[in-house]
């Protein structure tokens, strides 16, 4: 299917860049643009003049559909129809982002929140349905929908029951990743916005242990996570084991996208929860865009973290094999305020991961020290085992009694002592 693009802005050179990328992840040939600069016009958007140009253009390039990178009012989405050529679809920016949403929902989680965000896009817009029935026009003409005075109590019931759902699938997760704590995981996280490389970057963490969602740990997974030029690749999260000396789970979730209304950004928020949830945060970037555009994108990433997110927060400069030494140079010291000591890498060529692992292990929670003596007995056998698992033992000596010498996370030291507490007598030290 072919569209034509089309951008309003209040101010400044209309940058189309990110609303192309968009359009061509939805699976569309971008055959035509249209720009303008100018306040907003409230019956069309773009001015009236610039409205006749957009439908030449569309029936210059036999266009399908429009596709708006701002927000459209549904009057203004009416309007339109109105004055385009017949059978041609508009849609603006969100629409279609709910659109690649749908295409790459392969849970039923994915897919739930899908469902939740179009319903939240869907809701403002009866009134215009109500309002146009009234009036006897068309309400289901280019994509408004059908006038049902039953649909607004429809879709919040939808809303709560699709809330009730989610939460029921936020609260096994909860519990997911209390047990991998347990077992002593660190959890980390990466975020970013779209297109950044979290998802090279997750293989190149990745040791050939992967986490399957449902499951647990399975060795015999496919390790690599989907990787490719394109936004959205990652709609749901990913969780890999990574080849540390430590026991670290690496998740990747969805990228962050700019000018993300809260409707769009609330009906995600339970996968944003595996990146509130983390021991550590690994905030990618892609440092060869300009340096004005990795500011803003940090500043929204920061927003949207820190609002709920305690864990520390270490910025990756990933994809420094498409800028020189110099360039490098000039960015980390611009950004050295809402980036201090970050870490360089090419994640597509393997550079800079080593000293990324070492990083993420000074980050990550300080193991503890901890020295058991045990009774000789098969409990304690099983015991040993548990805790050769679970934490890094340095020593065992078995003599009249069983003494390990080993350091975990604070979490699995309190579990191998309330363990230990169970075998009968038993010392510490």
Not at 299 to 318: F, G, K, M, Q, S
Not at 322 to 340: C, H, M, N, W, Y
């Amino acid at each position: 299917m072919s569209g034509v693009v089309a951008k309003r802005v209040d101010a400044g050179t209309p940058d189309t860049e990110e609303i192309r990328d968009l359009v061509r992840a939805a699976g569309y040939e971008v055959v035509g643009e249209i720009t303008q600069i100018r306040t907003e016009d409230a019956a069309l958007c773009l001015g009236e003049g610039k409205v006749r140009t957009l439908a030449a253009t569309v029936r210059e390039t036999d266009a399908e559909r429009v596709v708006f990178d701002n927000e459209l009012g549904p009057y203004q989405t009416y309007n339109l129809g109105s004055e385009l050529p017949d059978g041609i679809e508009v849609l603006d920016r969100f629409r279609l982002i709910l659109e690649i949403f749908g295409q790459r929902a392969n849970t039923r989680k994915a897919q739930l929140q899908v469902e939740l965000a179009e319903l939240r896009y869907e809701l403002p817009r009866v009134e215009a349905k109500v309002s146009l029935a009234r009036r006897d026009e068309r309400p289901g003409f280019m994509g408004l929908g059908e006038y049902d005075e039953s649909r607004e109590q429809d879709i919040k019931a939808q809303i709560s029951n699709i809330r009730e759902e989610l939460d029921r699938i936020e609260g096994t997760e909860a519990k997911r990743r209390k047990q991998r704590r347990e077992s002593g995981f660190d959890l980390v996280a990466l975020a970013g916005y779209t297109n950044a490389g979290k998802s090279t970057l997750l293989r190149r963490l990745a040791s050939d242990v992967a986490v399957d969602e449902n499951e647990g740990l399975h060795p015999d997974l496919d390790a690599t996570a989907e990787s490719e030029d394109c936004l959205f690749t990652t709609l749901g999260t990913t969780t890999r084991r990574a080849a540390m000396d430590r026991d670290v789970l690496v998740t990747d979730t969805v990228g962050f996208i700019s000018d993300l209304p809260h409707w769009l950004i609330e009906s995600f928020k339970s996968t944003l929860d595996s990146v509130y949830r983390a021991d550590l945060v690994l905030l990618v970037v892609d440092v060869s865009e300009p340096v004005e555009e990795i500011r803003e994108k940090l500043v929204t990433c920061h927003d949207t973290l820190y609002e709920r997110n305690e864990a520390p927060i270490v910025t990756i400069l990933n994809k420094t094999d498409r800028v020189t030494d110099e360039q490098l140079r000039d960015t980390e010291a611009t950004l050295s305020a809402l980036a201090p000591n970050p870490v360089s890498i090419s994640a597509l060529e393997n550079k800079g991961i080593a000293a990324l692992r070492e990083r993420i292990e000074r980050e990550l929670p300080a193991y503890e020290r901890e020295r058991l003596v045990l009774p000789m007995a098969d409990e304690t056998m099983s015991l040993v085992s548990w805790i050769h698992d679970n934490a890094r033992v340095e020593e065992v000596d078995y003599g009249e009694q069983v003494v390990v010498d080993f350091e975990a996370r604070p979490a699995i030291v309190e579990r191998s002592r309330a363990k230990a507490g169970d075998l009968v007598p038993v010392e510490s030290a």
